[in-house]
């Protein structure tokens, strides 16, 4: 009878520890953009608002009086977007799953609507308009000789850049880690839960450590578990 060798049966490949370390690195680094993109962009949008988008003039008694209106003066939307985007940043990462992306697209909406706004009104004139009629008490009267600053499109671009840090919590936000709760106090032993009681295990399952009232390292660490060092066991 012949012998039968064995044929070796191939194995599906995995993800070795290089792929894998670059996809976490790729998650790190979108995290990285996403932080200063959005903080960036709510910075510029809040510091653009406040600064002159419109000049112009009112004719007031044969003469004329110079009138400006800044950003909160023309639209307030883009500076309250971008209180909204920068709270929604953070909340990014106090939230997981669904959670998470809906905060992520509260996030890029928050930066599109702050964008939109602000191009809209880079050519408005109401503010001024209004301003005119306050100034010489004209209801009818309107602004001359008006201009439009570029302030108006710098706050598009933190709007823009409050845009790309949604969408970067979109696409990679379920890789991010999230608010660790390894500082929160674990529950004392037997104060319930399974193999807890009195007398019984903690919820991880371990008795705590006896406790010898002549060595003073003891009752420092018994107080620092939360326990009584004084009570008898």
């Known amino acids: 009878m012949g012998c039968v060798s064995a044929v070796p049966v191939p194995q599906p490949r995995t993800a070795g520890p290089a792929a894998t370390a670059r996809s976490g ?5 979108a995290l990285a953009a996403a932080l200063l993109l959005g ?23 044969g003469g004329s009086v110079p009138l400006d209106a800044d950003g909160r003066d023309v639209t307030g939307v883009p500076a309250a977007l971008g209180i909204v985007g920068l709270a929604a940043l953070v909340a990014v990462f106090a939230v997981r799953g669904a959670g998470r ?5 509260l996030l890029a909406l928050s930066g599109a609507g702050a964008a939109v706004a602000a191009f809209l009104g880079a050519s408005d004139s109401a503010a001024l308009d209004e301003k005119a009629a306050k100034t010489t008490g004209d209801s009818a009267a309107t602004v001359d000789a008006l201009t439009h600053t570029a302030w108006p499109y710098v706050t598009v671009v933190g ?9 970067l919590a979109l696409l990679y936000g379920r890789r991010w880690p999230g608010m660790s709760g390894r500082y929160e106090r674990p529950a004392p032993a037997g104060a ?5 009681g009195p007398g019984g295990r903690g919820r991880a399952g371990r008795t705590a450590p006896a406790v010898d009232p002549d060595r ?8 620092d578990r939360g326990e009584d060092p004084t009570r008898e066991s």
Request: aromatic share 4%.
């Open 101 to 105: 992306v809906l905060v992520a697209a």
């Open 159 to 167: 709007g823009v850049l409050i845009l790309l840090a949604g969408a």
């Open 25 to 29: 690195g790729g998650g790190r680094r």
């Open 39 to 61: 903080a960036a962009g709510a910075a510029v949008a809040l510091i653009a608002s406040g600064q002159i988008w419109a000049e112009g003039t009112a004719a007031v008694g």
């Open 192 to 196: 319930g839960g399974p193999g807890g």
């Open 216 to 223: 003073p390292e003891d009752l420092w660490k018994a107080l």
